[in-house]
Nanobody
């Protein structure tokens, strides 16, 4: 069983930065690929970024085109935490951000575990 708890959301002005954290538990967490998704009001949940740190897809990172060059996903193994550094934020980035875990990067779009989400609001 893997538990995911997001934090770090908040209100920021356009052009600003936020760092989201996804704290994890579970002894086998290191084997999972981890991703970030977001859902804006009235819209479907969409993929943001994902990466794998073990297995055949270790070291592979993927980003949605809308966040490439602005967002960075990273991991601190000692803290069992995955981060999403978000720079140059835009009002269109406003959404609830969710952390997710899957057994492989290839299945991250249908993850095995979800966090509860954290709200990010970017004002213009």
């Amino acid at each position: 069983q893997v538990q995911l708890v997001e934090s770090g959301g908040g209100l920021v002005q356009a052009g600003g930065s936020l760092r989201l954290s996804c704290a994890t538990s579970g002894r086998t967490f290191s084997r999972y690929a981890v991703g970030w998704f977001r859902q804006a009001p009235g819209k479907e949940r969409e993929f943001v970024a994902a990466s794998s740190w073990s297995g055949w897809d270790s070291g592979i990172t993927r980003y949605a085109d809308s966040v490439k060059g602005r967002f960075t996903i990273s991991r601190d193994n000692a803290k069992n935490t995955v981060y999403l550094q978000m720079n140059s934020l835009k009002p269109d980035d406003t959404a609830v951000y969710y952390c997710a875990a899957a057994t492989t990067l290839a299945t991250i779009q249908g993850p095995d575990y979800w966090g509860q989400g954290t709200q990010v609001t970017v004002s213009s």
